[in-house]
């Protein structure tokens, strides 16, 4: 079996800081060779560029594989931030590799797991490197909202259609701008369509910005028409994103999704130079408010990110069409990826209110039957500041206290040291303590009750509950994706939490909707 070797770095100043992929490598096979292991046993794992603060690495994952696979029975890596930054992540790895039967090493804590006091400190170290990825983020996050304070621009992987970025300021490209400034006309002015404009783009051989694909699309369209950077206003921290998850295939693991829109008071605005003029944006700011029309709209999904098709394993697809009756939502068959093969099963699109519906009140049953909340209720696992376990544990010493005082009575009276009417006294006084104590077991069994009813009205209120970010909430903690099949006559769903995912185990029935 293989010995593992996992190195991993993001960034070219941690290289430089004494953390590069050599010095992790030399390390970890100096230790390696240390434990006896043949050179041709080692087995490297390297993560180029791979950030700390999520899963979703390519090396780590093929890593997991073949321990799966039986293949590694030990694993080398230099220091824990290098497996993860995040607390609960390098749990659910090293969970996984103890129930696989292997052996984990760090070079920079070695017997971490030998003695009570090695385990601490390894999850103090853990918790270390998270709150140092957090002040990482927090001082990044500073120093950008300066420097745009300050009027640069930040850039944003494709620079905008119209723009080039150059230190720190976007500059106008004449010919593209030109083209933004036909599709305002043609849309504020001529009266077309989204789908028309795109369409006259692709008849007249206009290439996209990224020139990956070959046609323009509609929502591309509208995109620029409602991009306030055209009229000479760029925002910057205007939403709220977070690096994707639970989506498998090409683009795991890559850019970020917006979870919300941030309170315009946040933004900040930076002067940049217009590409179209007011009137023209006029025009079309009219248009917009006048259009009785419907189309498609912005609606919000708490599952996001994480319905995936049981076939192809691709994200579905969340849209919302404003109709005379309402804004209808809908789930869509997931589209393939560049370069991919197209799904071979034709999933239909299928209503997005049943699907959430069906989730929520699955995942909410899931809780539910494992019992959460309803072992504090009971007392089992109390917080010590518990006042209505203090009161239980202060009743049990003193009716235990009251009936060894009763016996010492009774055992000094049958022993001559104390008369009759004073043990009689001392015991019938006990006696009344205890019947006190009774009555006030049973307010505190009363109490608990209460708890217990009142954790089970709160299930019954979630069921119903339909705030998106709630269950959003609910859905990250416990999730770590959900699997559609819409490919036949019934749409089923099948929910995997976390632990299952890195298990394999599917951990939930199927749905049938």
């Not at 041709?40 to 899963?55: F, N, Q, T, V, W």
């Not at 023209?280 to 609606?299: C, F, H, I, N």
């Not at 039957?369 to 376990?389: C, H, K, V, Y």
Request: glycine share 8%.
């Amino acid at each position: 079996m293989w010995t593992a070797i996992y190195t991993r770095v993001s960034t070219e100043h941690q290289a430089q800081a004494g953390h590069g992929l050599d010095v992790q490598r030399e390390a970890c096979v100096q230790y390696a060779l240390s434990l006896g292991v043949a050179p041709h046993d080692i087995r490297l794992y390297e993560e180029a560029g791979g950030s700390g603060e999520d899963m979703d690495r390519p090396e780590l994952l093929r890593l997991l594989d073949d321990v799966r696979r039986g293949l590694v029975d030990r694993v080398v890596v230099k220091h824990p931030d290098r497996l993860s930054r995040n607390v609960a992540d390098k749990a659910i790895v090293v969970r996984e590799l103890s129930a696989c039967g292997v052996k984990l090493h760090f070079v920079d804590v070695p017997n971490w797991d030998e003695s009570d006091e090695a385990v601490l400190l390894f999850h103090v170290i853990s918790s270390i490197a998270e709150y140092e990825l957090r002040q990482i983020r927090r001082r990044t996050l500073a120093g950008k909202l300066k420097a745009v304070r300050g009027g640069k621009v930040m850039p944003s992987g494709v620079d905008p259609y119209g723009y080039r970025y150059e230190d720190g300021r976007y500059v106008v490209v004449p010919e593209e701008a030109e083209i933004v400034r036909l599709i305002y006309q043609w849309y504020g002015i001529d009266g077309m369509s989204l789908r028309a404009i795109a369409e006259r783009l692709d008849a007249m051989g206009v290439p996209t910005k990224t020139r990956q694909s070959a046609r323009w699309h509609h929502s591309t369209v509208a995109r620029i028409l409602d991009n306030p950077l055209y009229r000479g206003t760029w925002y910057y921290n205007r939403r709220r994103t977070r690096k994707r998850q639970g989506v498998r295939g090409a683009r795991r693991g890559r850019g970020r999704q917006v979870v919300a829109v941030r309170d315009p008071g946040e933004w900040i605005a930076v002067s940049v130079p217009p590409v179209v003029d007011p009137d023209l944006a006029r025009s079309v700011a009219l248009r917009k408010q006048g259009s009785p029309r419907g189309g498609s709209t912005s609606a919000h999904t708490f599952l996001s990110g994480k319905l995936v098709c049981a076939h192809c394993q691709r994200a579905w697809r969340h849209e919302a069409c404003r109709t005379a009756g309402g804004i209808v939502r809908k789930f869509r068959r997931p589209p393939a990826e560049r370069g991919a093969d197209p799904c071979a099963y034709r999933c239909a699109r299928v209503p997005a209110d049943e699907i959430e519906r069906a989730v929520w009140r699955e995942l909410v049953r899931r809780m539910r039957a494992l019992g959460i909340g309803r072992e504090l209720a009971a007392g089992g696992r109390a917080s010590p500041g518990d006042p209505l376990m203090e009161d239980v544990a202060r009743l049990r010493r003193e009716m235990r206290a009251a009936v060894e005082r009763r016996d010492r009575a009774r055992e000094l009276y049958l022993r001559g040291h104390l008369d009759r009417t004073a043990a009689l006294r001392a015991m019938s006084e006990e006696a009344r303590r205890l019947r006190e104590g009774r009555a006030e077991a049973c307010r505190l069994c009363h109490a608990r009750q209460r708890r217990l009813n009142a954790w089970e009205d709160l299930w019954t209120a979630l069921e119903t509950h339909d705030g998106v970010e709630l269950r959003r909430l609910w859905l990250e903690a416990a999730v770590s994706r959900v699997e559609m099949d819409a490919s036949g006559g019934e749409v089923v769903l099948t929910l995997f939490a976390r632990i299952g995912e890195q298990t394999g185990a599917r951990v939930d029935d199927t749905l049938a909707t």
